[in-house]
């Protein structure tokens, strides 16, 4: 039972390049999120799904983009590195419930120069 | 500002003591969750708490949910090394309708030196 699979662990990507962080759950969980965490800052929301086709800016969206076509996977975009999007982020997911626990992914550690 | 408090924001202290970091709201939460962050690492749930006045055990780790439900309490005794790592707490969010997304606090940054 894999749990929550983010790729890739690592990247360094140069000022206005693109890139997909990938997020695949294997619990059928209907809620999944992307967080980015800066030191010393918390959890910061910036996507959120609660089922297939169905997505939901957080508290930083700009910048990024999602889409949620299954229920396993939640893919992240970013469509113009900036160096402010430097960040550790990490894609969670849990059941429906309010007092569901989140599983997250192992985070993956962006650079942008 | 944040919906979840937590304090202390770090805390570095010898192995045996015991400690006790704390999660506030001016709002009530149906429930509470404690994470663990170790470096690298994604958080994982150690607690759910949900009933107002609950306490629970996990080991050496003591959990209570206040009787308003708008705060709670992590106690650790005789921590461990093994004990360093990010606390962070965690609740559905309390506005009306919207418990789909989870306020998280900033953490406590506990280190436990041998």
């Known amino acids: 039972n894999a749990g929550v699979t983010q790729t890739p662990k690592f990247r360094i990507l140069k000022i206005g390049q693109s890139m997909t962080l990938q997020c695949t759950q294997d619990m059928n969980h209907n809620y999944m999120y992307w967080y980015r965490q800066d030191p010393g800052m918390g959890l910061k929301l910036i996507y959120y799904s609660v089922g297939a086709g169905i997505t939901d800016k957080g508290e930083v969206p700009n910048g990024y983009n999602v889409s949620r076509s299954t229920t396993e996977d939640f893919p992240l975009r970013l469509e113009l590195a900036a160096p402010s999007q430097t960040s550790v982020y990490f894609c969670a997911s849990r059941n429906l419930g309010g007092a569901t626990e989140a599983f997250f992914g192992q985070g993956t550690r962006l650079t942008v120069v | 500002t944040q919906l979840l408090e937590q304090s202390p924001q770090f805390l570095s202290i010898q192995e045996g003591e015991n400690l006790t970091v704390y999660c506030n709201s001016s709002?009530?939460?149906?429930?509470l969750q404690w994470y663990r962050q170790e470096p690298g690492e994604g958080p994982v749930l150690l607690v759910t708490v949900v009933t107002g006045g609950e306490v629970k055990k996990l080991k050496r780790l003591t959990f209570q949910f206040g009787d308003a439900r708008k705060d709670s309490s992590l106690h650790i005794t005789a921590a461990q090394p093994g004990d360093t790592g990010l606390y962070l707490c965690?609740?559905?969010?309390?506005?009306?309708?919207?418990?789909?997304?989870?306020?998280w606090g900033l953490g406590t940054s506990l280190a436990v030196n041998p």
């Open positions: 965690a609740g559905p969010n309390p506005n009306a309708g919207n418990n789909r997304k989870l306020i």
């Open positions: 709002s009530v939460f149906s429930s």
